[in-house]
C-alpha cells in the first residue's frame, strides 16, 4: 500500500488527532529544544495534523513554516487546523514525498519529525535531501518511537502497510553521519505523562508486565538524534 493510500486513512478516521496527543507527550520537549530563532524558516517532515508547527509558532519568532505530508487528506486536515488557530507566522502544508524534498538548496533554518522518518522508502537519501536543503548549520531534529531498543514498538509493522526501517541509536547516528550531517545530540525523551497503572492491574491488555511498560515509556521513550548540517 501506498503512504497516500495508508495515510489518507488515517486522516479520514481522526487518527491524526489522536497521534497529536500521544505524541505530544514527548515531542513538545523534542520542541523546546529545537533553536529557532525571530524569522527562521521550518520544515516539519511528516507532519499529520500539523501542530509541531502551530507550537513552534506559538512559541518562537519564527515566520514560516512548512509541513510537508505524503497522504492529502494529512495535509487537508493540517490546513484547517492551522486556518482555525490562525497563528502568528505563516504556516503552509505541502504535498510531498521524503524521497525528493520540494524546496531550494540552503533554504531552510531548521527541520523537525515525528514519528515519521522511518516510513521513507530510503532514508539515508532523505537525510541527504534534508543536509541540501538546510542552510549550514541548520539542524534536524529526528524523533522516533519506533526503533530497535524500543522492542515493544516492533510488532508496530504488522498492522502498518508501509515498510518501516528499524535502526539503533548508533545506526541513527551512522546514517546521519553517511549523509553529511554532524551528529550533534542523541538521546531518550521520557514519556512522563502516560498512565502507568498499579502493578495488581497487570498484566493489561497491552502489557504483560509493569516493568516493562516502565521501560517502554519512562526510560526508553522518544529517541532523539539532532543532525546539523555543515
Ligand atoms: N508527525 C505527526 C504524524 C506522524 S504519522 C505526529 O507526530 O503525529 C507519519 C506521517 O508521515 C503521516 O502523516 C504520513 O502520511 C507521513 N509520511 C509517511 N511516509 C511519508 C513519505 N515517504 N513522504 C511524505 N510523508 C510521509
Same mark, same amino acid.
Given at each position: 500500500? +501506498?503512504?497516500?493510500?495508508? !495515510?489518507?486513512?488515517?486522516?479520514?478516521?481522526?487518527?491524526?488527532?489522536?497521534?497529536?496527543?500521544?505524541? %505530544?507527550?514527548?515531542?513538545?520537549? &523534542?520542541?523546546?529544544?529545537?533553536? #529557532? *530563532?525571530?524569522?527562521? $524558516?521550518?520544515?516539519?517532515?511528516?507532519?499529520? +495534523?500539523? =501542530?509541531?508547527?502551530? $507550537?513552534? $509558532?506559538?512559541?518562537?519568532?519564527?515566520?514560516?513554516?512548512?509541513?510537508?505530508?505524503?497522504?492529502?487528506?494529512?495535509?487537508?486536515?493540517?490546513?484547517?487546523?492551522?486556518?482555525?488557530?490562525?497563528?502568528?507566522? @505563516?504556516?503552509?502544508? #505541502?504535498?510531498?514525498?521524503?524521497?525528493?524534498?520540494?524546496?531550494?538548496?540552503? +533554504?531552510?533554518?531548521?527541520?523537525? +519529525?515525528?514519528?515519521?522518518?522511518?516510513?521513507?522508502?530510503?532514508? &539515508?537519501?532523505?537525510?541527504?535531501?534534508?543536509?541540501? #536543503?538546510?542552510?549550514?548549520?541548520?539542524? !534536524?531534529?529526528?524523533?522516533?518511537?519506533?526503533?530497535?531498543?524500543?522492542?515493544?514498538?516492533?510488532?508496530?509493522?504488522?498492522?502498518?502497510?508501509?515498510?518501516?526501517?528499524? %535502526? @539503533?541509536?548508533?545506526? =541513527?547516528?551512522?546514517? !546521519?553521519?553517511?549523509?553529511?550531517?554532524?551528529?550533534?545530540?542523541?538521546?531518550?525523551?521520557?514519556?512522563? *505523562?502516560?498512565?502507568?497503572?498499579?502493578? @495488581?492491574?497487570?498484566?493489561?491488555?497491552? %502489557?504483560?508486565?509493569?516493568?516493562?511498560?516502565?521501560?517502554?515509556?519512562?526510560?526508553?521513550?522518544?529517541?532523539?538524534?539532532?543532525?546539523?548540517?555543515?
Amino acid at each position: 500500500m +501506498s503512504v497516500r493510500d495508508e !495515510f489518507d486513512a488515517w486522516a479520514a478516521d481522526g487518527r491524526d488527532k489522536g497521534m497529536e496527543e500521544r505524541h %505530544w507527550h514527548t515531542a513538545k520537549h &523534542v520542541l523546546a529544544r529545537m533553536p #529557532v *530563532e525571530d524569522g527562521d $524558516a521550518v520544515l516539519d517532515l511528516g507532519t499529520g +495534523s500539523g =501542530y509541531a508547527l502551530r $507550537a513552534l $509558532a506559538e512559541n518562537t519568532g519564527m515566520t514560516r513554516g512548512y509541513g510537508l505530508d505524503g497522504a492529502p487528506e494529512m495535509a487537508h486536515n493540517a490546513r484547517e487546523y492551522t486556518r482555525e488557530a490562525d497563528p502568528a507566522a @505563516d504556516l503552509g502544508f #505541502v504535498i510531498g514525498d521524503f524521497g525528493s524534498l520540494p524546496f531550494d538548496d540552503d +533554504s531552510l533554518d531548521h527541520a523537525f +519529525s515525528m514519528e515519521a522518518f522511518y516510513y521513507s522508502a530510503d532514508p &539515508v537519501e532523505t537525510l541527504r535531501e534534508i543536509r541540501r #536543503v538546510l542552510k549550514p548549520g541548520g539542524t !534536524f531534529y529526528c524523533a522516533v518511537n519506533y526503533y530497535e531498543e524500543n522492542v515493544a514498538s516492533h510488532e508496530w509493522q504488522d498492522n502498518i502497510a508501509v515498510d518501516m526501517t528499524r %535502526w @539503533d541509536a548508533a545506526e =541513527y547516528r551512522a546514517a !546521519f553521519r553517511e549523509a553529511g550531517l554532524y551528529v550533534a545530540e542523541q538521546d531518550n525523551v521520557a514519556d512522563r *505523562e502516560i498512565e502507568i497503572p498499579d502493578a @495488581d492491574e497487570f498484566p493489561t491488555e497491552n %502489557w504483560e508486565t509493569r516493568e516493562a511498560m516502565v521501560e517502554r515509556y519512562r526510560y526508553l521513550g522518544t529517541l532523539l538524534t539532532v543532525g546539523v548540517a555543515p
